[in-house]
């Protein structure tokens, strides 16, 4: 069975891992500013910063729209092998190498793929449909037995 990423779930995905990413650098500049430097100079220049990460994001987003036309990710789980493609990254291996999977516990989720030969294949929970989703556990549930 194959399923490919729709657009807006290659966008969805790409700006969610972005966005808990990002919250982790946020915090970390935020923490050191008000370590160095003066209280009232932390908030001075709320409104141009604000404006500056507007820009950015929809900058972000309009670039994703753009170069994406559909989504980048695919997966073949058929009854020999595994095949994930992400852009022109191939991972592929037969069924006998697979040795499980396990979704990360924190944000942002991803859906990790454990194996012999690659070790860990690793996509964003959200790269693929809520419907997709179920399928494709439920094929690796199978292949796990």
């Known amino acids: 069975m194959e399923f490919s990423q729709s657009r807006f779930q290659d ?8 966005i808990f990413d990002g919250v982790w650098y946020f ?17 001075s220049n709320q409104l141009l910063g604000f404006i500056f990460s507007m820009i950015i994001s929809v900058g972000i987003i309009g670039y994703l729209l753009l170069k994406y036309k559909n989504g980048s990710k695919q ?12 852009g022109q990254k191939v991972t592929e ?23 012999t030969i ?3 294949t690793r996509f964003s929970y959200y790269a693929f449909s809520p419907q997709q989703r179920q399928q494709i556990f439920k094929i690796l549930d199978t292949k796990s037995q």
């Open 93 to 115: 291996f037969a069924w006998q190498e697979y040795q499980g999977y396990k979704i990360s516990r924190f944000p942002p989720y991803q859906v990790i793929i454990k194996d």
């Open 27 to 43: 915090v970390g500049i935020i923490l050191a500013a008000y370590l160095f430097s003066g209280e009232e100079s932390l908030f």
């Open 118 to 120: 690659y070790d860990n």
């Open 75 to 86: 997966l073949c789980l058929n009854e020999d092998k595994f095949v994930y493609r992400d």
């Open 11 to 18: 966008v969805f995905s790409r700006i969610y891992e972005a």
